[in-house]
């Protein structure tokens, strides 16, 4: 805890806002994208709800579930959780991502419009959720090592009608080095899996072949631990990266050619 709130400090004291932004690209991004807050409409234009809206009643139905799962953890462990069974509501609560990063995470993704996406770690599946109704014509993979987990966020996606979603119960590293030598050019990567530096770089290197102009990747946690941030400095400084941005809770990285390289700490 103390280490991230040295970093979060760290974190503020280099941050900037739009304004001290001199790239078009990255500012057309925060301007239109990361504080554009106000509910958009419904993507399907059949009607005018709102679909934070819909990102709330989902939340809200994690956490009326009290029911219990055995999870299985591959990752880097839980600092909340101190057993692996544990009761559908807490996971919402304290393991799944915030409300401000769900509505940011659909908001970036009905921003650029992706038509591929992968997830890697689908927890309950809120993330899940924003990304499928940011572009409910997108095509979305998502990973789940957790099998108990994996089929509750199934059933909470169909409750919502995400039919755009296909959900994988596997280990991630596995499932990226069986999709080698023809991986999918996926457009949009959301990194919320095993939060630990190795396994960080290696999934980075594996979808590494599946880059294009278009690409977005979004790592979750960069700053959770002092192996998460030497992971970020890895990735941030690879020479097929041109344009990041730290928000301190996510990373963003760009590998838009005709970018010059530029790093970017952004207040979100």
Not at 16 to 33: D, G, I, M, Q
Not at 67 to 75: C, K, L, M, P, S
Not at 116 to 139: D, F, H, M, R
Not at 214 to 238: G, L, N, P, Y
Request: contains cysteine.
């Amino acid at each position: 805890m103390l280490f991230q709130i040295k970093s979060y400090l760290k974190f503020l004291w280099h941050s900037k806002n739009e304004h001290a932004v001199h790239s078009p690209f990255v500012f057309l991004l925060l301007t239109k994208c990361f504080y554009d807050k106000k509910p958009k409409p419904d993507p399907s234009g059949s009607e005018q709800a709102k679909q934070y809206e819909v990102l709330k009643e989902y939340r809200n139905s994690l956490l009326e579930n009290k029911n219990t799962i055995e999870v299985t953890d591959f990752g880097a462990g839980s600092r909340v959780f101190k057993s692996n069974v544990r009761a559908i509501d807490k996971i919402a609560q304290n393991a799944g991502i915030s409300p401000k990063r769900a509505e940011l995470l659909f908001r970036i993704t009905n921003y650029f419009q992706p038509k591929t996406i992968l997830e890697i770690g689908t927890s309950l599946g809120l993330a899940t959720s924003a990304l499928s109704l940011g572009n409910p014509k997108a095509k979305i993979t998502t990973l789940e090592g957790c099998p108990e987990t994996a089929r509750q966020a199934q059933l909470q996606l169909q409750k919502f009608n995400c039919n755009n979603v296909e959900s994988i119960v596997s280990e991630f590293s596995s499932y990226l080095k069986n999709h080698q030598p023809s991986p999918i050019k996926y457009q949009l990567i959301y990194f919320d899996g095993n939060h630990s530096k190795n396994a960080t770089l290696e999934y980075f290197e594996l979808l590494l072949p599946t880059i294009t102009n278009e690409t977005v990747w979004i790592f979750d946690d960069i700053h959770w631990s002092q192996e998460m941030e030497e992971a970020w400095k890895i990735i941030k400084d690879h020479p097929k990266v041109t344009v990041s941005i730290d928000t301190f809770q996510w990373g963003l990285v760009f590998f838009r050619y005709e970018q010059p390289k530029q790093h970017f700490i952004i207040r979100s």
